[in-house]
């Protein structure tokens, strides 16, 4: 078992569509780093801007304004790559993963590895490396927009006063350390994103084993993802809870409060699905 998920590790994160999932992510990330840099600096004459560091003032600026906690890709909400990148995002995390085991089924590689190892121990090295893949797919680019930020824009603390910002409410996910340990509610927050798209990945490997064609194995159950997203219309003045999985894994919530039970609830779903 050692051997073989150790085989189907090293050809996950050396495969050419995890670079892919990660330059096409990277090209998002970018976009909405360049989207915090003209809102926050370009708008300013750069004398005026100077004075206003020197003064003390520019740090008010931000705190009605932005920072670095509100200024990541999982916070901001003016760029318009933000939510394309979140839709996009569970797509780059099967990639990898759906079109390998398609490409070792087609090619007759399984008939030749299966014997050696075992069905069941080729299944779930496939399922490990596809979701250890997939959830640093996730991992990468969120931490990589956290890092280009930080490289503009100071570490200041939101307040509850400036939630229009920073809309993170009572009762939302790890709501109760959002203001007073922020860097640790985005770590904990890519976690919980490296969680899901891990989840994410390991679908097309148990749709794989059903359909032996390669984009039916990753389109079916991104598009199934997406449908479900669809749901948080139906649901918008029934329960104002957060039902969107790609909507969940933005840090702050959009419109719906965001709840443990409902991430919980995801969890346990996708686990049930990707079991082939």
């Not at 992510?25 to 206003?52: E, H, I, R, T, W």
């Not at 640093?136 to 490289?151: D, E, H, K, N, T």
Request: charged share 10%.
């Amino acid at each position: 078992m050692r051997k073989i998920l150790k085989l189907e590790l090293r050809k996950a994160f050396c495969s050419r569509l995890f670079l892919f999932s990660l330059l096409v992510g990277a090209c998002f990330v970018l976009s909405s780093a360049y989207c915090m840099y003209q809102l926050n600096y370009d708008s300013f004459d750069k004398p005026v801007a100077l004075a206003l560091f020197e003064s003390g003032q520019m740090f008010e600026l931000i705190l009605e304004g932005k920072s670095l906690y509100t200024g990541w890709i999982g916070a901001e909400i003016n760029s318009s790559s933000n939510m394309s990148f979140f839709f996009l995002l569970p797509l780059l995390a099967m990639l990898p993963s759906g079109f390998s085991l398609i490409g070792e089924i087609s090619s007759g590689y399984t008939k030749h590895i299966i014997p050696k190892c075992g069905r069941k121990n080729y299944v779930l090295a496939k399922l490990i490396s596809a979701f250890i893949s997939g959830g640093c797919v996730a991992a990468v680019l969120l931490i990589s927009s956290v890092l280009l930020v930080s490289l503009f824009l100071p570490a200041v603390a939101p307040k509850v006063i400036n939630n229009m910002y920073y809309p993170v409410l009572h009762g939302d996910i790890l709501s109760e350390i959002a203001y007073s340990k922020p860097l640790l509610f985005i770590l904990c927050y890519i976690g919980l994103d490296f969680l899901f798209c891990g989840l994410f990945a390991c679908l097309p490997v148990a749709v794989a084993f059903i359909v032996k064609k390669t984009m039916y194995a990753v389109l079916v159950p991104y598009l199934l993802i997406i449908a479900c997203s669809l749901l948080r219309n139906f649901f918008f003045y029934l329960s104002f809870v957060e039902v969107s999985p790609i909507y969940l894994l933005r840090a702050v919530p959009m419109q719906n409060a965001s709840k443990w039970w409902m991430v919980l609830l995801w969890y346990a779903v996708l686990l049930l699905l990707a079991v082939p």
